[in-house]
Nanobody, 117 residues
């Protein structure tokens, strides 16, 4: 089992920045990939960024150059630094942990990010 707790969402003006945090606990050593997803009202959930246990990262085209995913292994925490935020970044952001051997996916409770124009 893996437990994920997100924090750091809020309201920010366009052009501003926010940093989201995802603290993991439980069977963290089995996690292969950590990712941030978002879902805006009326839209499908989409992958924003991910970081593998190898350190490899990937980003959605819409956030490349503006968002950075990173991790602090000592704190068992993954971060999503979001810069140059746009109103279209408004969504509920959720943290995900994927364990390949069991094909289990774990989710946090989500945190709201609202970008005003």
């Amino acid at each position: 089992q893996v437990q994920l707790v997100e924090s750091g969402g809020g309201l920010v003006q366009a052009g501003g920045s926010l940093r989201l945090s995802c603290a993991a606990s439980g069977n963290i050593f089995s996690i292969d990939v950590m990712g941030w997803y978002r879902q805006a009202p009326g839209k499908q959930r989409e992958l924003v960024a991910s970081i593998a246990s190898t350190g490899n990262t990937m980003y959605a085209d819409s956030v490349k150059g503006r968002f950075t995913i990173s991790r602090d292994n000592a704190k068992n925490t993954v971060y999503l630094q979001m810069n140059s935020l746009k109103p279209e970044d408004t969504a509920v952001y959720s943290c995900n942990a994927w364990i390949a051997t069991t094909r289990r996916s774990y989710w946090g409770q989500g945190t709201q990010v609202t970008v005003s124009s």
